[in-house]
């Protein structure tokens, strides 16, 4: 029997001279391999200033589209901020009604602005009033540019913000179906009339306010003024809640259930606003810095001067005050947020802070009953917002400016209060817009929507401590 001997690998030699045939070829052809794509690289063309640039601009392309669609969640996280600070602002048996509109606000709003606002907003205008293209995102052509998908996802988010508003000025005692029927109207066309006005040149259209100059970067009054003056009018429209003045018209405070919730929805909002102002450049670039510096120095300026003047004024420091002077700095500077400086956005904001704790003062004396302070916060701080960007303006300022940031202002008031007074009496006159007293005493989570936020708990009273009923007690 033959024996073949090992070499120190243990293989045999005849099997290693084969490894070694076998290495050799496939050594071979990975040069041939190296060599014929030297020349194939050799035949390219070489890399040219052009195409560096080309290259360069989709990578910005790219990073553009998600920094947008990035500060569009965050808008959107804004909706559980609103939902919460409205919430604990308001008695326990309306808990779910408050949830239900939110949800509402946003579930709607996104199918009547896609059907109708988006178009009205940003489509091609000749008149500089309203855009007739783009209903239905018509403008997305399968294969061809999809920014309008990523511009429409972070528009559709702020037109929420601007129905959400209405929602918790109305708060208590508003019938659910009207209520359907009038954020789908703003929604669908008293924001985004407005807002084409001052923003259509965003896009396709070209409003007759932004040609003037109006500057409004991220929407104090396109958004939050547009939405404080429909909060107002339906308010008026509404009337107060029961309860909530006495037989000689003396305020009586009716006392929000739950202060922790409302707490964690500003904070939840001040991180939304992270996206709403410095996401609104909808480009990824280094400006977005100073807008997230200015955005916060303004938010925390109103919260720590409303804390000081509530403090003076009604002899304690106010968690709600406080609470609402965060949210009026961040209302204050979201039009100047790209044009001012740092210490400008702490005045703007300590401002801001003061103005909302005497407007809460006095649209409570005049009896308009706003259970959130959605007017004082959005309605009239963002009014002061936007003349601040003018007078605060890094560029300097001017009698012009001023002029047309005052005019800005004026068209908003007139347009919303009036548009939403119009609605909200036209919808009373109809299906109603009040639910009934008993309805409202026994809370609308168990006769709009049957429902009860919290079934396994007691309902604490000044008289101690009661079994829950119907939707958390009419004491809740």
């Known amino acids: 029997m033959e024996t073949k001997t090992k070499g120190k690998s243990g293989y045999p030699r005849d099997n290693g001279r084969k490894m070694v045939v076998i290495m050799k070829k496939r050594i071979g052809i990975t040069l041939l391999g190296l060599l014929w794509g030297s020349v194939v690289l050799a035949a390219d063309d070489a890399p040219t200033a052009l195409s560096n640039k080309e290259a360069i ?7 553009n589209y998600l920094w947008t669609l990035i500060s569009a969640a965050l808008v959107f996280f804004m909706q559980a901020g609103f939902a919460l600070v409205e919430t604990g602002f308001t008695r326990a048996k309306n808990a779910v009604n408050i949830l239900m509109k939110n949800l509402m606000d946003f579930a709607i709003g996104s199918i009547v602005f896609w059907a109708i606002g988006f178009g009205l907003m940003f489509g091609v205008t000749h008149t500089g009033f309203f855009g007739t293209t783009g209903f239905f995102l018509s403008d997305f052509i399968p294969g061809g540019d999809p920014w309008v998908l990523a511009f429409w996802m972070f528009q559709v988010v702020f037109a929420a913000t601007a129905a959400t508003i209405v929602s ?4 208590e005692r508003t019938k659910f179906i009207g209520y359907i029927i009038y954020t789908a109207v703003i929604s669908a066309l008293v924001y985004p009339i407005f807002g084409s006005w001052a923003w259509g040149g965003l896009f396709h259209g070209k409003g007759w306010l932004e040609s003037l100059g ?12 547009i939405g404080g003056w429909a909060a107002l009018a339906g308010a008026i429209v509404l009337g107060p809640r029961i ?33 709403f102002n410095p996401g609104s450049t909808t480009v990824a670039d280094k400006s977005i810095a100073m807008i997230f510096v200015n955005t916060n120095l303004a938010g925390a300026a109103g919260c720590v001067i409303a804390m000081i003047v509530s403090w003076i004024k009604f002899g304690k420091p ?10 009026a700095g961040l209302v204050g500077i979201t039009a100047g947020c790209a044009n001012v400086s740092p210490t400008s956005s702490v005045i703007i904001g300590a401002i801001a802070g003061v103005i909302v704790v005497f407007s809460v003062v006095f649209f409570d004396s005049i009896g308009v009953d ?28 001017s009698v012009k400016m001023i002029g047309v940031q005052l005019l800005g202002m004026g068209v908003a008031f007139l347009w919303s209060f009036g548009t939403s007074f119009l609605l909200f009496k036209a919808i009373e ?15 609308l989570d168990a006769v709009e929507h049957g429902g009860n936020a919290y079934p396994d708990f007691a309902v604490s009273t000044y008289r101690g401590v009661e079994a829950p009923h119907g939707a958390g007690g009419s004491s809740a």
């Open 243 to 275: 309860g909530k003045y006495t037989k000689d018209g003396k305020v009586k405070p009716i006392l929000g259930h739950n202060i922790p919730l409302a707490a964690l929805g500003v904070f939840i909002l001040w991180i939304g606003w992270f996206g």
């Open 57 to 63: 601009d989709l990578v910005q392309t790219h990073a």
């Open 370 to 397: 706003d259970p959130v302070g959605a007017v004082s916060v959005h309605g009239v701080c963002g009014a002061f917002g936007t003349l601040a960007a003018g007078i605060f303006n890094m560029g300097g300022t």
């Open 429 to 443: 006159a109809t299906i109603g817009l009040r639910v009934s007293p008993e309805e409202e005493m026994e809370g």
């Open 318 to 327: 106010d968690v709600g005050m406080s609470l609402n002077g965060a949210l």
């Open 214 to 225: 109006f500057i409004d970067f991220a929407g104090s009054t396109v958004v939050h003024s």
């Open 168 to 171: 918790g000025a109305m708060a």
